[in-house]
């Protein structure tokens, strides 16, 4: 299994445009996270998706964050506009429901910058 | 809901000696509870977990130890390397599957 996919690994962008992030869970995984990442706040869950269907918004800072996950195996996080306080890592997760449960697998990230 | 704390957020030690990172959490329906380590420009890598009808785990030079009464969870690195310099998370998981994250401590090994 190749694991969580991101792309783009790396995103420049000018302040007042849309980025769109996407993630590729690992098969058969049916629970999926977006977080971000910065020096300053940590590592902060976004919202998370269960067999497709989002389960917990509350993370999302504000309506220029949406997400979707269309399939069980496609989801986007998107920004418009962006900020350059949108500056982070984005990384997306994926895990499968068990007994007990098992653990997120991460993807590599997105670094994005906005100017 | 659920929180978690961390703490060392800092932590140095001589190469050899051990290593310990202490977590707390309130929810008494968490039980999974994995530790992930992060290099610098990396993802989070989980190294090791312990679920809640476990009370410790060993793999290697690395262990978690789980106090349920206490609420509170443990990661031991013995005989420290410069390459287990890092940042290391502990999350605990909800009965929703939801992870709530510590704060992450930054471990530097002093060769």
């Known amino acids: 299994d190749a694991g969580v996919i991101q792309s783009p690994r790396h995103e420049v962008t000018e302040m007042g445009q849309e980025v769109t992030l996407r993630c590729k869970p690992i098969?058969?995984?049916?629970?999926l996270f977006w977080y971000r990442q910065t020096m300053m706040r940590g590592l902060e869950l976004l919202i998370y998706?269960?067999?497709?269907?989002?389960?917990?918004d509350s993370g999302m800072p504000e309506d220029r964050f949406s997400a979707k996950m269309p399939n069980a195996s496609f989801s986007t996080l998107k920004i418009q506009p962006s900020e350059p306080r949108d500056s982070a890592v984005y990384f997306c997760?994926?895990?499968?429901?068990?007994?007990?449960?098992?653990?997120?697998?991460f993807g590599p990230g997105t670094r994005l910058l906005v100017l | 809901g659920e929180n978690v704390e961390q703490h060392p957020s800092t932590l140095s030690v001589q190469e050899g000696d051990s290593a310990v990172i202490k977590c707390t959490y309130s929810?008494?329906?968490?039980?999974?509870f994995p530790w992930y380590k992060q290099e610098l420009g990396k993802r989070p890598q989980l190294i090791i977990d312990?679920?809640?009808?476990?009370g410790e785990k060993k793999d290697q030079r690395i262990a978690v130890t789980l106090n349920k009464t206490a609420k509170h969870f443990s990661l031991h690195i013995t005989e420290t390397q410069p390459e287990d310099s890092a940042v290391y998370f502990c999350?605990?998981?909800?009965?929703?599957?939801?992870?709530?994250f510590g704060t992450g401590t930054s471990l530097t090994v002093i060769p």
């Open positions: 312990i679920r809640s009808n476990v």
């Open positions: 998706f269960n067999n497709n269907v989002p389960i917990d």
């Open positions: 999350a605990a998981r909800s009965a929703g599957n939801q992870f709530y």
């Open positions: 929810d008494s329906a968490s039980n999974y």
């Open positions: 098969s058969g995984h049916d629970y």
């Open positions: 997760a994926s895990s499968l429901q068990g007994a007990f449960g098992e653990t997120q697998y």
